[in-house]
C-alpha cells in the first residue's frame, strides 16, 4: 500500500466534489463526524483510502465500521481481519460488528441483509456521535438498482435511483459520494495506491437477482446496446429532476389538505389535482401509515374516488387501516384506533340529512317528521328515536363523551353528569353502556347531552305533543371493498 501520492487521482476530486455539493442543510463541515462502511470489498476499501488522504487536505474526523454476516464462513472471517489491517496502517478507528452463531441464516434474503447492515450502522453513527455515514455505492451499482427496480416494479420515483445525499431519522446523513464514479475508475485507483481488495466470491453466484443483472444481464445487453450504461443514468437524472418537481407539487396539495397524516381530505380538492399528483398524495399516505404501496392498491382508492357519491364506500386497505370514500371526504380509519380507543373528531349533525360516522361505519340520519306521534315510540336501548328539536341551538355534535358533559333524563327537571347517567343505565344492553363514557358516542348542544344512542334521550327534546324529526343510527351501507 503506497499513500505517498505526488499528484491526487481523479478519484478523489469527485468525492470532494461530491461533498461539496451536499444539501444546504447537511451542514458538512471538518467538524461533522463521518462514518465509513467498509466490507473489504473494492467499493468501499476505495472509499476509505480515498477519504484518508483527502483529510490530509481537508481535515475532518471520521471512523470505519465492518459488519461480518458470518454467511461464507473463512472468507467472512477474512474480510474483516482485511478490514482491521487497512485501518491499523491507516491509523482509522474501526468497529467490527460480528452477527451472533444463532442469529446467522444462511438463506437470508439480500432484503433482509441489507436490513441488518442498515441498523448496524445506524446505531453506531448515532452512539459515535457521527452526523454523516458514507457507503460505496458507484455509478454501476446506480445503473444495476434502476434495472432491478424497472424489471421488479416500480413507480417513476423509483427510477430516480439512489440518493447520493438522504436524511435518515435523528438528523443523521446518509452520503454516496462514489456515484458520480464508475467502477473501473474505483479499480484503477486502488491500483495506483498499490491497494488489493478483498473479492467476494458469492458475487459470481447469479443466484441472486442483483448478481444476475450485473453478470448475464447487464453484459449481454451490452454486446448489443454499448451506450446502456450512459443511457439508464441520463434516463434516471431526467427521472430524478421530474420527480423532484413533483414532489414539491405534491407537498403544495399536501398542506392544502392539511398533511399526509390529516384523518380526512376533502374529496373535491383532491380530484381537482392532475392524476400523478393524485398518486403521489395517495402513496405519501401510505408510507406515512405504513401500508405497503403497491399499483394495485393505489389504482383501487383512485377508482373509487373517480365514482364516489352519496354512497360511502369502505376499502380495507391492511390489517390495520380502512379508506372511507363519498362525494365531501377520503376518511383513513384507524380500525386499531376504532377498536381500542373509539375515538374520532366531533362532527356537525345535518339537520336535516346524512352524518357519515366514518370511523365507526355508521350514519345518522335525521329526518324532519310532518304530522302526528308514532303509534308507537322506540324503546330507550333502541339506535332510534323520535324528538322535538325545537328547544335547541340548531348546532347538534356527534362527538364522545367529555368531562363536564351533563344530561336531563327523561321525567326529571334536573340535569345529572353524563358518567353518572350511564352507571344508572348499566343494565342498557347497547354497547354505549357498557363502554367508559369518554368513549360513549353522543349527540350534544354544547355540552347538555341530548341523546345517548341506544341508552336514553335528554328531557329537553321529549316530545309533548308532534315530533319535528325522527334520528335513527345504522351501520353505513356501503360497498366494501378489500385490496
Not at 142 to 158: D, H, I, K, M
Not at 222 to 231: G, S, Y
Not at 251 to 278: C, D, I, K, P, Y
Not at 425 to 439: G, P, Y
Amino acid at each position: 500500500m503506497d499513500l505517498h501520492l505526488n499528484t491526487p487521482p481523479p478519484l478523489i476530486a469527485k468525492i470532494s466534489a461530491a461533498l461539496n455539493n451536499l444539501p444546504d442543510e447537511a451542514c458538512f463541515s471538518a467538524q461533522s463526524g463521518v462514518l465509513v462502511a467498509i466490507s473489504g470489498g473494492p467499493d468501499s476499501t476505495a472509499l476509505l483510502v480515498a477519504l484518508h488522504l483527502l483529510a490530509r487536505q481537508v481535515e475532518f474526523k471520521f471512523r470505519a465500521c465492518h459488519i461480518n454476516h458470518r454467511l461464507r464462513g473463512e472468507e467472512s472471517d477474512q474480510d474483516e481481519q482485511f478490514c482491521k489491517m487497512v485501518c491499523e496502517k491507516l491509523g482509522i478507528e474501526l468497529d467490527v460488528y460480528r452477527v451472533a452463531a444463532e442469529d446467522v441464516k444462511a438463506e437470508a434474503s439480500e432484503s433482509d441483509l441489507r436490513a441488518t447492515r442498515y441498523d448496524f450502522l445506524f446505531r453506531c453513527a448515532q452512539s459515535d456521535g457521527c452526523r454523516f455515514l458514507m457507503l460505496g455505492h458507484t455509478t454501476n451499482d446506480q445503473v444495476e438498482t434502476v434495472l432491478f427496480r424497472f424489471l421488479r416494479g416500480t413507480s417513476p420515483a423509483g427510477l430516480s435511483g439512489i440518493k447520493s445525499a438522504h436524511q435518515m431519522r435523528n438528523g443523521i446523513w446518509l452520503l454516496r459520494p462514489l456515484l458520480t464514479s464508475s467502477r473501473s475508475e474505483v479499480n484503477e485507483f486502488l491500483e495506483y495506491c498499490g491497494v488489493v481488495p478483498q473479492q467476494d466470491a458469492s458475487n459470481k453466484s447469479s443466484k441472486f437477482a442483483r448478481n444476475f443483472l450485473r453478470n448475464e444481464v447487464i453484459p449481454l445487453c451490452l454486446t448489443r446496446f454499448p451506450t446502456l450504461e450512459r443511457q439508464v443514468e441520463r434516463l434516471r437524472e431526467l427521472v430524478a429532476c421530474d420527480d423532484e418537481y413533483l414532489n414539491q407539487a405534491t407537498g403544495a396539495v399536501l398542506n392544502q389538505l392539511g398533511g399526509a397524516l390529516r384523518q380526512s381530505w376533502s374529496t373535491e380538492t383532491f380530484s381537482s389535482v392532475h392524476l400523478a399528483l393524485q398518486r403521489r398524495l395517495l402513496a405519501q399516505s401510505f408510507e406515512c401509515r405504513e401500508i405497503e404501496v403497491s399499483f394495485e392498491r393505489v389504482q383501487t382508492v383512485l377508482n373509487v374516488v373517480a365514482s364516489a357519491g352519496s354512497r360511502v364506500s369502505r376499502i380495507s386497505l391492511n390489517q390495520r387501516w380502512d379508506v372511507a370514500v363519498d362525494s365531501s371526504k377520503i376518511e383513513w380509519i384507524d380500525k386499531q384506533a376504532v377498536v381500542e380507543d373509539y375515538h374520532f373528531n366531533p362532527v356537525a349533525v345535518k339537520v336535516p340529512g346524512r352524518t357519515m360516522l366514518l370511523q365507526s361505519g355508521q350514519v345518522l340520519t335525521v329526518e324532519l317528521h310532518a304530522g302526528h306521534s308514532p303509534m308507537q315510540f322506540p324503546s330507550r336501548s333502541d339506535m332510534e328515536a323520535y324528538v322535538d328539536l325545537t328547544a335547541t341551538s340548531g348546532h347538534l355534535l356527534v362527538r364522545l363523551g367529555s368531562e363536564g358533559d351533563r344530561i336531563t333524563p327523561l321525567g326529571m327537571s334536573q340535569s345529572v353528569s353524563l358518567k353518572r347517567y350511564l352507571k344508572s343505565n348499566k343494565s342498557s344492553s347497547s354497547r354505549n353502556s357498557r363502554n367508559n363514557f369518554l368513549q360513549t358516542i353522543v349527540v350534544a348542544d354544547g355540552n347538555e347531552v341530548l341523546w345517548v344512542p341506544g341508552v336514553g334521550l335528554n328531557e329537553k327534546i321529549r316530545v309533548r305533543e308532534n315530533p319535528t324529526h325522527h334520528l335513527a343510527i345504522s351501520a353505513i351501507s356501503a360497498d366494501f371493498v378489500s385490496v
